[in-house]
């Protein structure tokens, strides 16, 4: 069974980066088995997507957020990053992983998902 | 305004019947593949429908799902106090090159 567990700091100042990383249990990143997505959710709010990457590394992301963001595969980690550049405080939320089963080389639903870790970022 | 939007909220009684409604356009819901998600408060989403109306084991049949040229409904039946949750529908829009969530509706069983 494939889990996913996320990390990084829990206070951004903004202007600054923000981090997150996915470790992933139970499967290889680079299996073929996903693609790996970050999905993200203010407080009181509903989910965005952000971004993604496939088995084989190319990633596709969320158009208004294309411009400050970088998602990344450490195979020797197993794990996915997230790097959001520039954050202010409309990026203060709580960010998940989640795999998205690869079917002919498409995804089309989000299972597992992480437990998620809220980033608030604040001066 | 997002481009697939679900009522804020719904309520039912106990063993009765909702349906909740994900309303797109036809770069999404008209000819791409939805999923539903149950939330529960501090918890991450977990699949309920995949592939607009297939059940992941485990799910009960008390849930369902279909499609109607851009608008998608999930259904669940028996309500029971323990599907008080949130529930999203996600589905890909082809001008936006991007997945699309509705904002989301919270379910009350009175």
């Known amino acids: 069974q494939v889990h996913l567990q996320e990390s990084g700091p829990g206070l951004v100042k903004p202007s600054q980066t923000l981090s997150l990383t996915c470790t992933v249990s139970?499967?290889?990143?680079?299996?073929?088995?996903?693609?790996w997505s970050w999905i993200r959710q203010p407080a009181g709010k509903g989910l965005e997507w952000i971004g993604r990457?496939?088995?084989?590394?190319?990633?596709r992301y969320n158009p208004f957020l294309k411009s400050r963001l970088t998602i990344s595969a450490d195979t020797s980690k197993n794990q996915i990053s997230l790097k959001l550049t520039s954050v202010t405080a409309a990026d203060t939320a709580v960010y998940y992983c989640?795999?998205?089963?690869?079917?002919?080389?498409?995804?089309?639903?989000?299972?597992?998902w992480g437990q998620g870790t809220l980033v608030t970022v604040a001066s | 305004q997002s481009v697939v939007t679900q009522p804020p909220s719904v309520s039912a009684a106990p063993g009765q019947k909702v349906a909740i409604s994900c309303s797109g356009s036809?770069?999404?819901?008209?000819?791409?593949?939805i999923s539903w998600y149950q939330q529960f408060p501090g918890t991450a989403p977990k699949v309920l429908i995949y592939?607009?109306?297939k059940r992941p084991s485990g799910i009960p049949d008390r849930f369902s799902a279909s499609r109607s040229g851009t608008s998608a409904t999930l259904d669940i039946t028996g309500l029971q106090t323990g599907d008080e949750a949130d529930y999203h529908c996600?589905?890909?829009?082809?001008?936006?090159?991007?997945?699309?969530f509705g904002g989301g509706t919270k379910l009350t069983v009175l």
């Open positions: 592939d607009n109306n």
């Open positions: 996600v589905v890909w829009d082809s001008i936006l090159s991007s997945w699309v």
């Open positions: 990457i496939s088995p084989t590394g190319s990633t």
């Open positions: 036809s770069s999404n819901i008209e000819k791409n593949h």
């Open positions: 139970g499967d290889s990143v680079s299996s073929g088995s996903y693609f």
């Open positions: 989640a795999g998205g089963p690869n079917i002919g080389d498409d995804y089309f639903w989000f299972d597992p």
